[in-house]
């Protein structure tokens, strides 16, 4: 028989309730590091802001044509200030000069690193180009700090169904391994599929208190 009551079931997280909370330049001026928090990262065309937009059913994050315009650590909160989805900086096609994006990188390493109330890392790549030299430094990072990490393989609507299994079987014989640490899935922001699977893991970390 189940006994679980109601008070002990995992509320849903209101998605929907996101709202922006604050911009950081460095890990010292993000919010208190209390609560939970899942970080998204990937290439700056991998289409991470659509991503946000499509799992908070909303226009939180900011999508450009101009890749490259996320530059801070940006915090959203879900409904309170203990459960928050974080936007970090995008990479690839940002054209400013290399000691902006060294220093960048310095403050994304130091984040993944440090940040105690981070539960895991989205991982965002186009499922037409996955494992390009970002993805595969963040991959590391995340290894060093034993950091969960959910590859979205994005744009797969670009895709023909053949095409798009490929792609995500290649990614998972790749990274996925014993630790449990890596899972992959194929993800369309226009299309709106992969999201409930999506959710469905965010529910699960954002609750790991």
């Not at 915090?75 to 690839?92: A, I």
């Not at 000691?99 to 310095?106: A, L, N, P």
């Not at 990274?175 to 409930?196: N, W």
Request: hydrophobic share 40%.
């Amino acid at each position: 028989m189940n006994t679980t009551t109601d008070a002990e079931k995992p509320k849903k997280i209101p998605f929907q309730a996101a709202s922006f909370m604050i911009s950081a330049p460095t890990l010292a001026l993000c919010p208190p590091d209390h609560g939970v928090e899942v970080a998204f990262a990937g290439r700056s065309n991998a289409g991470k802001s659509s991503a946000i937009n499509c799992l908070t059913q909303s226009k939180l994050a900011r999508t450009s044509k101009t890749p490259g315009r996320t530059q801070l650590i940006n915090f959203f909160t879900l409904g309170n200030d203990q459960q928050r989805l974080v936007d970090l900086p995008g990479y690839g096609f940002a054209k400013v000069p290399l000691e902006v994006k060294m220093k960048w990188q310095r403050h994304l390493e130091e984040y993944l690193q440090k940040r105690q109330s981070l539960r895991g890392l989205v991982l965002l790549m186009d499922s037409r180009h996955p494992l390009q030299e970002f993805d595969r430094m963040m991959l590391d990072w995340c290894k060093k700090s034993e950091m969960r990490v959910h590859i979205l393989l994005t744009k797969s609507d670009k895709l023909k169904k053949g095409p798009a299994s490929a792609s995500l079987l290649k990614v998972k014989k790749e990274v996925v391994d014993d630790s449990g640490l890596i899972s992959v899935q194929l993800f369309s922001s226009l299309k709106q599929s992969g999201l409930d699977q999506l959710r469905s893991l965010m529910q699960s970390w954002l609750q790991d208190v």
